[in-house]
């Protein structure tokens, strides 16, 4: 008899979902992809010799203020600044796995559906983290129509997808125009000098404004802007995903439907390798 009490608590303690900790959570690929390249290229410099010969002001100017002017003519000025605040998101970032998602709410549609939707109160605060999630609950256990919870959540998940691809395309402009910037300071730079050729002496600052413009925009762009809207991008589409799962479950288990039928629906959201099994 003891046996027996004992595999059922260790089938209802692997069932439960733990209490999530969404605190950010650094993405080490991004860290030390972004900064690998950076120490890459700064050991070749040292290599060389002359590390101060790749720092210039008038190319700095040309190149960081006016990759931001021109990238606020596409967008305003507020979504510019927020795209940077965003990028650190792409560094220090964390949303729930689509499988973790999918084994958590299958938890709570079982309870649901042998406790009843009200049983939901008492574990909505283990998901106050979790925003959506816990919003998803809270239309559930007020009795909101299954309908209306669908496009609630539907209309939230849209809405927060679409931002987060604006903030994502405001890198991506940006990692166009900053080799653009390069080659009109490459430009500058080399009218400087084929103005002053009869004066050796400003031949060469010319010449690094020239070159240096084309280095510094193909750095922003290429190591900076472009991967990192490619990363916002992808965490989006993940949370998009996740958020997708929450809204077919919370529709579910608003109409009481068996949780059985609801695993069925999540697999067909989640890749095959990721695919849950829950009750079996």
């Known amino acids: 008899m003891a046996n027996v009490s004992t595999t059922e608590t260790a089938a209802t303690s692997k069932r439960a979902p733990t209490r999530q900790s969404l605190a950010p959570a650094v993405d080490y690929a991004t860290v030390c992809g972004v900064i690998g390249a950076f120490v890459l290229i700064s050991l070749a410099m040292v290599l060389g010799g002359t590390p101060q010969s790749f720092v210039d002001l008038p190319a700095l100017l040309i190149v960081f203020g006016g990759t931001f002017m021109v990238t606020a003519v596409s967008f305003s000025v507020a979504e510019v600044v927020r795209a940077q605040s965003v990028m650190w998101r792409a560094v220090v970032y964390h949303v729930d796995q689509p499988a973790q998602a999918a084994e958590q709410i299958l938890y709570l549609a079982d309870l649901s559906r042998k406790k009843g939707k009200l049983a939901l109160q008492g574990v909505m605060e283990d998901f106050r983290q979790n925003a959506f999630l816990y919003r998803a609950i809270t239309l559930v256990v007020d009795g909101v129509p299954s309908e209306e919870v669908e496009r609630i959540l539907n209309h939230e998940t849209h809405s927060t997808h679409a931002r987060h691809q604006r903030s994502a395309g405001v890198l991506r402009r940006a990692g166009e125009v900053a080799p653009a910037m390069g080659l009109i300071g490459t430009l500058v730079g080399l009218v400087q000098m084929l103005g002053n050729l009869d004066d050796p002496a400003t031949i060469g600052p010319s010449m690094a ?35 997708q799962i929450h809204t077919i479950a919370a529709a579910s ?9 609801l695993e069925m629906m999540v697999n067909t959201v989640l890749p095959p390798e990721e695919r849950v099994n829950y009750f079996d």
């Open 253 to 261: 288990i608003s109409r009481q439907e068996n949780p059985r039928r």
């Open 209 to 243: 404004v020239a070159l240096l413009t084309t280095f510094y925009g193909a750095i922003l762009a290429n190591m900076v802007f472009i991967p990192l809207a490619g990363k916002l991008e992808r965490n989006a589409q993940v949370e998009a995903t996740v958020n």
